[in-house]
């Protein structure tokens, strides 16, 4: 009986992990998925001419205003009841996250204005 020499146990991870990702479908739902080291997916987002806090709170309500722009399936008018963005065009604006803390997330009203409640700066 011959014996096989042993797989050093680092080349037997690598060969599992190509395995296991030739085996995922590619989504773009898997590219935006938080990553182990610390980076977040990008929340859809609506894009404005400025972006202004419009209450007191280290989590506010904000205010999108002026030729403002939906993506990601955003919709553009109506209540809103999910995470999203509200991104300023100007250089050195405030963009911010918004959530829904207890009730709907805001409102919009494309192309005028988008309100967030329970928004946040985002540190990019």
């Known amino acids: 009986m011959s014996r096989r020499p042993a797989m050093p146990g680092a080349v037997v991870l690598v060969a599992v992990g190509a395995a ?21 997916r990008r929340a859809p987002a609506y894009t404005c001419d400025r972006v202004d806090r419009t209450g007191p709170g280290s989590v ?24 999203f963005d509200i991104l300023d065009r100007r250089s050195g604006g405030q963009s911010v996250r918004c959530s829904t ?15 967030g409640n329970y928004c946040s700066p985002i540190n990019d």
């Open 60 to 83: 506010a309500p904000y205010t999108g205003s002026g030729n403002c722009q939906a993506s990601g399936g955003l919709p553009q008018h109506g209540p809103l009841f999910d995470e």
């Open 20 to 40: 296991a990702m030739a085996l995922m479908p590619a989504s773009p739902g898997i590219a935006a998925a938080p990553t182990a080291i610390g980076h977040s």
């Open 101 to 115: 803390g207890s009730g709907f997330s805001g409102y919009a009203d494309l192309p005028d204005s988008v309100d």
